[in-house]
């Protein structure tokens, strides 16, 4: 199964970009072991629109025309549900045992997601409550792919 990252907001150059390409890049080498592969981050600037519902649904035409047909999505939104890092890795590895051939995580922006994204995505899930920079949460996002690599792999990164 292939795995992305679709996000609103682009990141500059500096050690949050670096943390991100630091986690995706063990995400890529472990993997394989697992059956996921890619790993890849497509960003797209926040919508200039002069309305929250026009933004959202312009940001909705971009996140939701960058995946393949048949792709799933799991969105991040913090009125979603909360996973322990267990249960996010076993939902994902289900979602490709299911036959799933692409799997996208979207964090949307400031205004957050529009419905129709969120009717679309086979999860919501929640990092917090709390609303999160979407620096900080694409850190968050790539360090929890990284951990359900190893949790699956039986790799003693993550301890219960």
């Not at 979603?80 to 051939?101: M, P, V």
């Not at 692409?102 to 999860?123: K, M, Q, T, W």
């Not at 900080?136 to 990164?157: C, D, F, K, N, S």
């Amino acid at each position: 199964m292939r795995l992305s990252v679709i996000a609103i907001g682009r990141m500059k150059s500096g050690p949050e970009r670096e943390l991100v390409e630091r986690y995706l890049k063990r995400c890529r080498a472990s993997g394989p072991a697992i059956g996921w592969q890619g790993f890849e981050v497509s960003e797209f600037s926040e919508s200039r629109k002069n309305t929250a519902p026009l933004r959202k649904s312009e940001e909705a035409k971009a996140i939701l025309g960058t995946l393949p047909t048949g792709a799933s999505l799991i969105a991040l939104d913090e009125a979603g549900s909360n996973w322990t890092s267990e249960k996010f890795a076993l939902n994902i590895a289900r979602l490709s045992e299911q036959g799933t051939g692409h799997l996208g995580f979207v964090i949307g922006g400031p205004d957050g997601l529009a419905e129709s994204v969120r009717s679309s995505a086979a999860h919501v899930l929640s990092f917090s409550p709390l609303t999160w920079p979407h620096q900080l949460v694409r850190i968050m996002l790539a360090e929890q792919l990284y951990r359900a690599t190893t949790i699956l792999a039986g790799h003693p990164y993550h301890r219960s």
